[in-house]
C-alpha cells in the first residue's frame, strides 16, 4: 500500500513546547502557593491557586504567558527534530489552545524554530476569563475545516472533541494528570514521547 500524506493537527504547550511547568513555578513564586501539575487543569480554590475565583487565577496565569519568561521558553529539541521529519512528508496545522493574544508570540516561535513547517496556525481560547471576547472555538470543529486525519495533543477534552468529529485518529502526548484515563476510547492512542509519536504517524501513513 503507498504511503498516504496525512494532515496531522498538532497541540503546542506541553506538545512542542513544556509550558506547563513553567507556569506552576511562576505562580508558586509569585503568590505562595503549592500548586503542582495537578492542579493544571482544576478549577480554582483557595488551596490550591490561592483564590476560589476561575477569573483571577486564568489573569494570574496570563501575567506570566506575557512575560519576557514566557516568550523565552524552548521547544522540546526531539519536537523540533520530529516536526521537522513530519513536515517533509505530510502537512502539518498547529491547532493550540492558547488564547488569541498570544498569536505573534506563537508566529515567532514557529519561524525560529519550525520555519515552513506549519500551513496554519489555529488559537482555540481553551482557557480564557468570562471577561475575554475571544471566540472560543473546539479542536473538533477546527480539526473537521483543515480536514486533518489525526491531533497529536495532550488534552483528553480535545482528544473526545476531535474524535466527535470523525477524526481518523487521535494520539494522546505525553503522561500528565490532566490525561489519565484507564481505558482509551477507541481510535485514541498514547504515545509518551516524539519518537513514538512518529512511529505511530508513519504506521498511519501506510494504514
Request: proline share 4%; charged share 25%.
Amino acid at each position: 500500500m503507498p504511503k498516504r500524506r496525512l494532515v496531522l493537527a498538532i497541540d503546542c504547550d506541553d506538545v512542542l513546547v513544556p509550558t506547563a511547568p513553567a507556569i506552576i513555578r511562576y505562580y508558586n513564586e509569585r503568590y505562595g502557593t503549592q500548586l503542582g501539575l495537578e492542579h493544571m487543569y482544576r478549577p480554582a480554590t483557595i488551596d490550591t491557586w490561592g483564590t476560589d475565583d476561575d477569573d483571577i487565577a486564568i489573569e494570574r496565569v496570563n501575567e506570566f504567558l506575557q512575560s519576557e519568561a514566557h516568550a523565552a521558553l524552548m521547544p522540546d529539541a526531539a519536537a523540533v527534530e520530529s516536526v521537522r521529519a513530519l513536515a517533509k512528508e505530510h502537512e502539518l496545522h498547529l491547532v493550540t489552545g492558547r488564547a488569541s493574544f498570544l498569536e505573534d508570540l506563537t508566529k515567532k516561535m514557529l519561524a525560529d524554530y519550525f520555519p515552513g513547517c506549519f500551513k496554519t496556525i489555529e488559537h482555540t481560547n481553551f482557557v480564557v476569563s468570562s471577561r475575554d471576547v475571544a471566540i472560543r472555538r473546539s479542536k473538533g470543529e477546527v480539526c473537521r475545516s483543515i480536514g486533518a486525519h489525526v491531533l497529536i495533543d495532550d488534552h483528553l477534552q480535545h482528544g473526545h472533541s476531535v474524535l466527535d468529529a470523525q477524526l481518523e485518529r487521535v494520539i494522546i502526548f505525553g503522561d500528565y494528570p490532566w490525561n489519565q484515563e484507564k481505558n482509551l476510547a477507541p481510535r485514541m492512542v498514547r504515545c509518551p514521547d516524539w519518537s513514538s509519536v512518529f512511529m505511530e504517524t508513519e504506521r498511519l501513513a501506510y494504514a
